[in-house]
């Protein structure tokens, strides 16, 4: 068993957990909750001022403006659960953007110096980034995010938060590639609002140019992402098959009977990244037990998920207890809702907050079965 940080205790004992603060669902049961979910939600989470920029650049050649690099102390990404090591010869440099962890509704935009937001940013880190440490070094910016309620409002001022936080993604892009060797192999990584904000990275600054040919993968877990309207302009296809390098992943997990309404109800009212409509298209559905988009597996493919114990007290990683399959629109269907996960669980049995830990040690193989491919064909 090998701990890297002083943190691993702690991010064993509650990186399941700390999200379910974003819905607050314990909160907001019953019929109140059920009648009045969107209002509750937006009250609790969405600013009423408007949009202001803050003010600044974050300097990312300091080591503090990083959650994650190679050579930190304490560093996160490092972390491993029992029965898993992470490497000492790296052979890519994995550029991982983590999701919204700012909950507060005092501004659009969260500071990279908020104490609750930082001690999740590191869970997450940990759960999700960790999952990279047997083929690469992980870099994870602190970046100010788009607070959590810019997720829950059409207005303006949301999609300016957003903005905001791209860009100090993209600055954060920059100074990895400075640091890295330039033939360095590149896994791109994220979930959530990462996954949005590596979404606009590819379009911008990726797709036709010579960093294209140095992805190994592009894992936009938990964002949907539309084969017609979105996967163009990325400049990398979505995978095909297992061990293919060059590709991107994505997926959305639900257990069933699935309702997707709230996320369908978003994206059906946006335009992808091509400028046409998302309504009706199919979303990119890369089943992790598979390597391979709109398939499906038994339970018995699923290498490890990490499952809490009782009374938080830690995780394990249990093989073989999850299916999972893509249906036609390109939701990824996980069966019946798994044991162990309690009742954080976003409305429609949404499993958002647990589309790294459900398939944990498969996003693991299956990022060392991508790289090593690469590597061959590069030879």
């Given at each position: 068993m090998l701990h890297c940080t002083k943190d691993a205790p702690l991010l064993a004992r509650k990186?399941?957990?700390?999200?379910?603060?974003?819905?607050?669902?314990?909160?907001a049961g019953g019929i109140g909750w059920n009648l009045f979910q969107d209002q509750i939600m937006r009250w609790t989470f969405v600013p009423s001022g408007a949009f202001k920029a803050p003010a600044g650049r974050i300097d990312y050649a300091k080591a503090e403006s990083w959650a994650a690099r190679p050579h930190m102390p304490n560093d996160p990404s490092r972390w491993v659960p029992e029965g898993f090591t992470a490497t000492r010869d790296p052979q890519v440099s994995v550029?991982?953007?983590a999701p919204t962890t700012y909950l507060k509704k005092d501004?659009?935009?969260?500071?990279i110096?908020?104490?609750?937001?930082?001690?999740?940013?590191t869970l997450f880190i940990g759960s999700q980034a960790g999952a990279f440490n047997a083929v690469g070094e992980v870099w994870a910016p602190r970046y100010r995010q788009a607070t959590a309620g810019a997720f829950l409002t059409d207005e303006k001022a949301a999609g300016q938060a957003l903005d905001f936080a791209y860009g100090d993604v993209e600055q954060a892009f920059d100074a990895f590639l400075a640091a890295i060797p330039p033939d360095r192999p590149i896994i791109l990584a994220g979930h959530s609002q990462g996954s949005l904000h590596l979404m606009t990275l590819l379009a911008r600054r990726v797709a036709g140019t010579p960093i294209a040919q140095r992805i190994v993968a592009a894992y936009l877990i938990g964002w949907p992402v539309s084969v017609t309207a979105d996967l163009p302009k990325l400049g990398l296809p979505g995978c095909s098959r297992a061990a293919e390098p060059g590709c991107i992943l994505a997926w959305q997990s639900f257990a069933e009977p699935a309702d997707p309404g709230l996320m369908l109800k978003v994206y059906d009212a946006t335009n992808g990244l091509t400028g046409s409509p998302r309504k009706g298209t199919p979303m990119l559905c890369v089943n992790p037990l598979t390597g391979a988009p709109n398939s499906a597996a038994p339970a018995a493919a699923?290498?490890?998920?990490?499952?809490?114990?009782?009374?938080?007290?830690?995780?394990?990683?249990?093989k073989g207890i999850?299916?999972?399959?893509?249906?036609?629109?390109?939701?990824?269907?996980?069966?019946?809702?798994?044991t162990g996960y309690g009742t954080y669980v976003l409305p429609g049995q949404n499993y958002h907050i647990f589309d790294y830990a459900l398939f944990w040690a498969n996003i693991r193989a299956d990022a060392e079965a991508r790289t090593i491919a690469f590597l061959v064909a590069r030879k």
């Open positions: 990186f399941l957990y700390v999200i379910a603060a974003l819905i607050m669902l314990t909160l550029f991982f953007v501004q659009w935009n969260g500071p110096d908020d104490r609750e937001a930082n001690g999740r940013l699923n290498l490890g998920a990490l499952v809490p114990r009782a009374g938080m007290s830690g995780a394990d990683v249990a999850i299916p999972a399959r893509c249906d036609p629109q390109g939701i990824l269907l996980i069966g019946d809702p798994p």
